[in-house]
Structures are given as C-alpha cells and as structure tokens.
T-cell receptor, first 110, second 110 residues
C-alpha cells in the first residue's frame, strides 16, 4: 500500500509558466505535510511546510485539502533554476519519521 | 545553527565487504535521527530511526544495522554488503515533524 503518491512527470514547462503538482496521501490522521526540493545527485532540502490551510512563500504556494487527502505545490513565473525533483512528505506526529513520495520531476525550459 | 555531517560522499565497495557510514549533528541536543536510502529511480525508503541514545527502530529487515553510540552520532553498518545495497544513503535529523538531510553517501557495491 503506497502511502504517498505523486505523478513522476517529467513536467516540461517554459520559463515564466505556472505549474502545479499534486500529492495524495492515504492516512487521514496525518498531521503535517512538507514539500522538499531535490537537485540531481544531491540531498533533499526542505522547501515548504504545509500546515492547516496552506502556505505561501514568494512564487511558491502550497495547499492542503484534507477532504480529498492531497496537497499541492504551485510555482508561478517558473525559473530555469526551479528545475529539480519535488518530493512531498507526510508526518503523523513529531517523533515519527516522514513518509516521502517518489517525487515529481520538473524541467523549466528557456 | 544546526549542521549535519555525513561521510564519505561516495563509496565503492566489493560484495561481501563491511560497511560503516557515520553521521553527526551539531548545534542541537537529543535530535531524532534517521537513515534513508534512495535507490536509482525509486523514492526515499526509511531504514532506521532513533529518538534517543541506544534506541533504534528498524523499518526494513535486511542486512543493515544502525547504532547511536552518542546523542548526536548515528552509524549505519553492514557486515557483508550485497549488490542490492547500492544506493544513495541519507542521514537526517529533526526535532519536530520535519527532517533535515545530510549531503548523502552514494554507495556502489561491485
């Protein structure tokens, strides 16, 4: 049973485009959600936390839909430097490890 | 500020050889510590986690083991490596639901 699912992509978008990824989770008791960014052959880095109704940070907006059990990441005005793999993660409580999706690959094209 | 150190960055080991990967965290005390593995084309798989010295939870039965001899030190070991142990090994720490990753060790078993 897969707990966190993501479309693997790749999403190929032109510079300046808006792109959105979804991530579904299966445990309705999950409390916290995150988006990580992973560059090729590097470690994942925390991009955004998603608590309650969502979060916005510059060009990035993360939303949580508890009724449908998914979170989303919206990137506006895409930059070449946004090209990476985006991983979503869910957590059940403070001391339990995060469960990660396999990631969605984004390529922003000039 | 907190930092996490993981070494070596890359490692090539023959089948049947032992393994020891070390991870240390600075700038915090009593962190939760995690070992994840990311195989080629696959997601992050949790291997072990620890909420305190000497306390290890194993998520996936296999020929790997982990130890936490000190508060901020987490070691991943194997007595005899298998070809299937190849992958990208990531140590992470956290004190809330989120996790922060070290640079990772890319292990190739030949």
């Amino acid at each position: 049973r897969k707990e966190v699912e993501q479309d693997p992509g790749p999403f190929n978008v032109p510079e300046g485009a808006t792109v959105a990824f979804n991530c579904t989770y299966s445990n309705s008791a999950s409390q916290s959600f995150f988006w990580y960014r992973q560059d090729c052959r590097k470690e994942p880095k925390l991009l955004m936390s998603v608590y309650s109704s969502g979060n916005e940070d510059g060009r990035f907006t993360a939303q949580l839909n508890r009724a449908s059990q998914y979170i989303s990441l919206l990137i506006r005005d895409s930059k070449l430097s946004d090209s990476a793999t985006y991983l979503c993660a869910e957590g059940k409580s403070g001391n339990t490890p995060l469960v990660f999706g396999k990631g969605t690959r984004l390529s922003v094209i000039a | 500020s907190q930092t996490i150190h993981q070494w070596p960055a890359t490692l090539v080991q023959p089948v049947g050889s032992p393994l020891s990967l070390e991870c240390t965290v600075e700038g915090t005390s009593n962190p939760n510590l995690y070992w994840y593995r990311q195989a080629a084309g696959r997601g992050l798989q949790l291997l072990f986690y620890s909420v305190g010295i000497g306390q290890i939870s194993s998520e996936v039965p296999q020929n790997l083991s982990a130890s936490r001899p000190q508060d901020r030190q987490f070691i991943l070991s194997s007595k005899k490596l298998l070809l299937s142990d190849s992958g990208f090994y990531l140590c992470a720490w956290g004190q809330g639901p989120e996790a922060f990753f070290g640079q990772g060790t890319r292990l190739t078993v030949v």
